[in-house]
Nanobody
Framework: QVQLVESGGGLVQPGGSLNLSCADS????????IGWFRQAPGKEREGVSC????????YYADSVKGRFTISRDNAKKTVYLQMNDLKPEDTAVYYC???????????????????????WGQGTQVTVSA
């Protein structure tokens, strides 16, 4: 069982950076793919970036490619999302979530379909504004 807690959100100016963390207090972190999702007011929750359980595969939404980097440290049971060159349209509540992978579904498919992720954190607010 995973129990996820996000941190690192805040208010930043356009062009600035934030590093989000997603920490797990459970015991099976290394089995799970982890995804970062975001939800802006009035919009559906969308997959931002996801990483496989062994960090061998990653996925980024087109809107964040080249600006965001996902990584994980299984020894620390933590996944990070380094966000650079932030834009006002990145403003949202950011959630991390855990999902068990299977042998068929790619990390991209997991991230896009969201339903593969069954354990969610409470979210952290990211606001990009001058």
């Amino acid at each position: 069982q995973v129990q996820l807690v996000e941190s690192g959100g805040g208010l930043v100016q356009p062009g600035g950076s934030l590093n989000l963390s997603c920490a797990d207090s459970g015991f099976t972190f290394g089995y799970y793919a982890i995804g970062w999702f975001r939800q802006a007011p009035g919009k559906e929750r969308e997959g931002v970036s996801c990483i496989s359980n062994n960090a061998g595969s990653t996925y980024y939404a087109d809107s964040v490619k080249g600006r965001f980097t996902i990584s994980r440290d299984n020894a620390k049971k933590t996944v990070y999302l380094q966000m650079n060159d932030l834009k006002p349209e990145d403003t949202a509540v950011y959630y991390c979530a855990a999902g068990l992978p299977d042998r068929i579904t790619t990390i991209q498919q997991m991230c896009v379909r969201k339903g593969y992720f069954g354990s969610w954190g409470q979210g952290t607010q990211v606001t990009v504004s001058a």
